[in-house]
């Protein structure tokens, strides 16, 4: 069972900035992508950002040029900088990993780190 961690979330003014870490923990040789998603209150959850093991990136158009996710020099670890945050960024974030092996889908999420943006 793969369990994740999610820190780095808190409180920051329009403009700030926050970096979001994630460790995973467990059997990982099935897990080829990881990602974030948030989850504003009664929206829902939607991508943020993700990366591959390979390191090839994807993010929602509300990111781009704003976010920036990368993973650690070990498998297992992303991070997401998040810069010039907006209002609308107020949400919970959520760690994702995910892979498939032998016909068989994991996916697996974090509790979530809330992540609050005061106008």
């Known amino acids: 069972q793969v369990q994740l961690v999610e820190s780095g979330g808190g409180l920051v003014q329009t403009g700030g900035s926050l970096r979001l870490s994630c460790t995973a923990s467990?059997?990982?040789?099935?897990?080829?992508?990881m990602g974030w998603y948030r989850q504003a209150p009664g929206k829902q959850r939607d991508l943020v950002a993700g990366?591959?093991?390979?390191?090839?990136?994807n993010y929602a158009v509300s990111g781009e040029g704003r976010f920036t996710i990368s993973r650690g020099n070990t498998w297992g670890t992303v991070y997401l900088q998040m810069n010039n945050l907006k209002p609308e960024d107020t949400a919970v974030y959520y760690c994702?990993?995910?892979?498939?092996?032998?016909?068989?889908?994991?996916?697996?999420w974090g509790q979530g780190t809330q992540v609050t943006v005061s106008s």
């Open positions: 467990g059997p990982l040789i099935a897990i080829n992508y």
């Open positions: 994702n990993a995910a892979g498939m092996d032998a016909g068989n889908d994991y996916d697996y």
């Open positions: 990366i591959t093991k390979s390191g090839s990136t």
